[in-house]
């Protein structure tokens, strides 16, 4: 029903920034909330941020508040993350999803209904 596709990855040096872009096609209108995940080399699929659609409320995780910033274009059907001061530890495959729950927006991976394949960011020191 809904298409995510991420793009934006690459590699940078610790202290740069990138911005990944997540476009949505498909029905969309039930997708009430779409989020950042992130899942590095051994580790367990991390929650980042996530955003109501409709009323544009972003959360963030306590490991990227004030660095990562997440947003919307409705018109584009677009999700972007802004990540400055990247650091090493930042280095995973980077995940946007979206759920279908009306009432709230899920930090766990095992709540959300469609995923991208992911795009790969690099941080060297």
């Known amino acids: 029903q809904v298409q995510l596709v991420e793009s934006g990855g690459g590699s940078v040096q610790a202290g740069g920034s990138l911005r990944l872009s997540c476009t949505a096609s498909g029905y969309t209108s039930n997708s009430h909330c779409m989020a950042w995940f992130r899942q590095g080399p051994g580790k367990e699929r991390e929650w980042l941020a996530s955003?109501?659609?409709?009323?544009?409320?972003?959360y963030y995780a306590d490991s990227v508040k004030g660095r990562f910033t997440i947003s919307q274009d409705n018109a584009k059907n677009t999700l972007y993350l802004q990540m400055n001061s990247l650091k090493p530890e930042d280095t995973a495959m980077y995940y946007c999803?979206?759920?279908?729950?009306?009432?709230?927006?899920?930090?766990?991976?095992?709540?959300?209904?469609?995923w991208g394949q992911g795009t790969q960011v690099t941080v060297s020191s």
């Open positions: 999803a979206a759920s279908l729950n009306y009432w709230r927006c899920p930090t766990v991976d095992n709540d959300y209904d469609y």
């Open positions: 955003i109501f659609i409709r009323e544009g409320t972003p």
